[in-house]
């Protein structure tokens, strides 16, 4: 994905950037008035992202001032109202899903049970959304020197995490996982959607984010070797998280296997009046088979209380996104030492990739607003970006509702993922076949003194736009084979999650969030056609 989609891609929105010299809707306008639709399309996906992602940064804030607390308040779970033993959801879950989900969210039941709004997560996202404003205040000059930080200080903590991660006790089981190829994965179509969504939102591919940054570039800067460049440290940076996430990964799995297997043995210790020492990890299946045979009936009644504890099925319960962020770090940080200084650490790092990604994402919106005349004449940079971030912040309360975390979940799957496959792909036609791509050659060589070779003319013209309708045929069918679309909700009452269908608004929402961005495409060149067709006709009648 890298070599065919990722770094010809970013290549070809860089240098579309320097050389127009303007943000996503005025690039796409100057190769082609058709084309304007583009740029809008890329607004609105960033737009849409920025609503919910935010909201990330505001969980972040949540969880890093509950770090300074000793013990941890997620470390162990709360006493019920009569102080007589723990509240009965905690029991059923882990003390860190019962922080993530009653404590922080509040979840509801069901997306059908909006809820109120949680005022501690509503003040969380003002926040948020306050350092972001601060941060683009100035527009790209203190964006630029914001980034300085945001980029290098997650790198000083990673290597921390790793350092320290490296030495944790189970690191290995998670690195071992972690490089054993699964290749029955690679016909899944899921996986490759995945990996080209991963490959779009590390990049920025897409969201006009790219361009709105290029256009600030010297017209001679070399942004081929830039794209060169960023996709290797990009790909290289997240192997080395992932080392860093599957080394703390094993040694939470080797830590809630080991409690597994004490509990076994505690439990057939104290059942048949066992001599300690007698039972370990080692002969623990030998003597379950022998106590089965000697004591059939004491066995069949303590049988429902045995777990089956394994150290695979520890390690395949991989959960990404913010079940990842939230729930199985912080459970690996509870147990290590000095917990409040490594979850400092962590929240602190989380914030700062956050806020990066946040700062990009506003660019691609406020740049085509600051480069139209019309609202650049009459508003000064600091109200437009003041505007975009209260309108965004008010919007975004929805995700702080009790049925707020499934509107995120919405938001996260569905409102950027298709749009992007197809603004990127009308993006490499644009170029490659209406600009045209010995035009687009010329443009390159005035830039950076030399004509692109072979591999990027091929990855532009054929290769990447032959690989993104694969994955738009992909998507598609596994739209169509999967039926009606469902989602997770968390069931109190059972501790763990359920698997419910979306009711028929929240499929509305879904379809209205894919048409939004990809209909601006269309729409914009049919409004384009019907402008020019009236100007020729008012041409006509004054001739």
């Given amino acids: 994905m890298l070599i065919a989609e990722g770094m010809p891609l970013l290549y070809l929105e860089l240098a579309v950037g320097q050389r127009m010299r303007r943000g996503s809707i005025g ?39 509950h770090s300074f607390q000793d013990p941890l308040p997620w470390a162990t779970c709360p006493l019920n109202s009569n102080r007589t033993g723990y509240e009965e959801e905690c029991e059923k879950t882990s003390s860190t899903q019962y922080f993530w989900y009653r404590q922080t969210l509040n979840i509801s039941p069901s ?7 949680q005022w501690e997560q509503a003040l969380c996202l003002t926040l948020a959304w306050l350092v972001v404003y601060l941060c683009i205040l100035r527009g790209t000059e203190s964006t630029g020197k914001v980034v300085y930080v945001t980029a290098s200080l997650p790198y000083c903590v990673l290597i921390i995490y790793l350092i320290r991660g490296l030495t944790l006790h189970g690191a ?46 010297e017209p001679t800067n070399n942004c081929e070797r830039h794209a060169i460049i960023v996709s290797l ?77 394994s150290l695979e099925a520890e390690l395949d319960t991989a959960v990404q996104g913010t079940g990842l962020a ?27 990739l956050g806020i990066g990604s946040m700062l990009g994402n506003t660019a691609a919106i406020l740049t085509p607003l600051t480069d139209s ?53 009308v993006e490499t036609i644009a170029v490659c076949y209406i600009y045209g ?19 990027w003319k091929i990855m532009w013209a054929f290769a990447s736009p032959l690989l993104i309708i694969s994955l738009f045929i992909f998507y598609l069918t596994d739209y169509i084979l999967t039926g009606t679309l469902q989602y997770q909700a968390w069931d109190a009452t059972q501790g763990r999650l359920v698997t419910k269908d979306y009711p028929s608004y929240a499929l509305a929402v879904i379809g209205l969030l894919v048409a939004a961005s990809t209909m601006c495409i269309p729409l914009g060149a049919l409004v384009t056609f019907i402008r020019k067709r009236l100007k020729r006709e008012r041409v006509s009648t004054v001739a």
């Fill in 27 to 65: 690039a796409w306008k100057i190769i082609s008035p058709y084309l304007c639709g583009v740029g809008v399309a890329s607004v609105v996906v960033s737009f849409f992202l920025s609503m919910y992602y935010n909201v990330i940064n505001a969980w972040a804030f949540w969880y890093l001032f």
């Fill in 326 to 352: 939230f729930i199985v770090y912080s459970e690996a940080i509870k147990n290590m030492e000095v917990p409040q200084l490594y979850s400092v650490l962590y929240f602190v790092m989380l914030l700062m």
């Fill in 437 to 455: 791509i010995r035009r687009f050659e010329k443009d390159l060589y005035t830039m950076i003194g030399r004509k692109p070779n072979c591999y």
């Fill in 111 to 117: 997306l059908e049970a909006s809820g109120n709004v």
């Fill in 172 to 217: 290995v089981n998670g690195l071992v996982y972690m490089f054993t190829p699964k290749l029955e994965q690679l016909s899944n179509p899921k996986t490759w959607i995945s990996a080209a969504t991963q490959i779009f939102f590390s990049l920025g591919l897409g969201f006009g984010s790219l361009i709105a940054f290029a256009s600030y570039n």
């Fill in 233 to 309: 440290i990009n790909s290289t940076t997240s192997i080395f998280a992932s080392i860093v996430t599957f080394s703390i990964y094993g040694f939470k799995a080797t830590f809630n296997y080991e409690s597994c297997i004490n509990k076994v043995i505690l439990l057939l210790l104290n059942a048949f009046d066992l001599e300690e020492g007698s039972l370990t990890a080692d002969n623990l299946n030998e003597m379950k088979d022998y106590l089965m045979a000697t004591h059939p009936q004491e066995y069949a009644q303590l049988s429902p209380q045995l777990k089956n504890c």
């Fill in 373 to 425: 005349r019309v609202i650049a004449t009459r508003f000064p940079k600091e109200v437009i970006s003041g505007v975009v971030c209260f309108v965004n912040c008010v919007i975004s309360l929805i995700f702080t509702m009790e049925a707020g975390n499934y509107w995120f979940d919405i938001f996260n799957d569905y409102a950027a993922t298709l749009s992007l496959l197809l603004i990127v792909l």
